[in-house]
């Protein structure tokens, strides 16, 4: 089983989906981890880490000759390499029994809202 390797990450979908169909072109099978989440919200795209491009690590080598072909400076990185507020929940919230059941986007929503509520309370009681 090949392991897919993030090798560059964009702000928006419509720049990752050029550089996927250039390496579509070239026969790299590639996979772009939270597009529809940023499409979707496109606020979102800090939050989840961007649009990361990846590719099975056989072809990490020859895709990054093509990304520099391209003139863009290939990223190479480990797969969840903690971008972003929804990586660093799956890391801690993991460890609540509760939690590990949520999907990243419901630990995300739960995790603004808990946000949220502590800033209205620190307002009411006129500390803020």
């Given at each position: ?20 169909s ?33 590719v ?56 603004l ?13 006129g500390?803020?």
């Amino acid at each position: 089983m090949n392991k897919y390797i993030t090798i560059a990450v964009f702000q928006y979908p419509h720049e990752a989906h050029m550089v996927k169909s250039k390496l579509e072109s070239e026969g790299i099978m590639v996979f772009l981890k939270d597009e529809l989440t940023v499409q979707s919200h496109n606020f979102l795209s800090n939050a989840v880490g961007g649009v990361k491009l990846q590719v099975s690590s056989a072809d990490v080598e020859e895709a990054n000759l093509i990304l520099i072909d391209m003139g863009i400076n290939p990223a190479v990185s480990e797969p969840d390499s903690g971008l972003g507020v929804v990586s660093w929940s799956e890391k801690y919230m993991d460890k609540i029994p509760l939690f590990k059941k949520w999907p990243p986007e419901v630990r995300l929503i739960f995790f603004l809202g808990l946000i949220m509520v502590a800033i209205a309370l620190l307002a009411l009681l006129g500390l803020m």
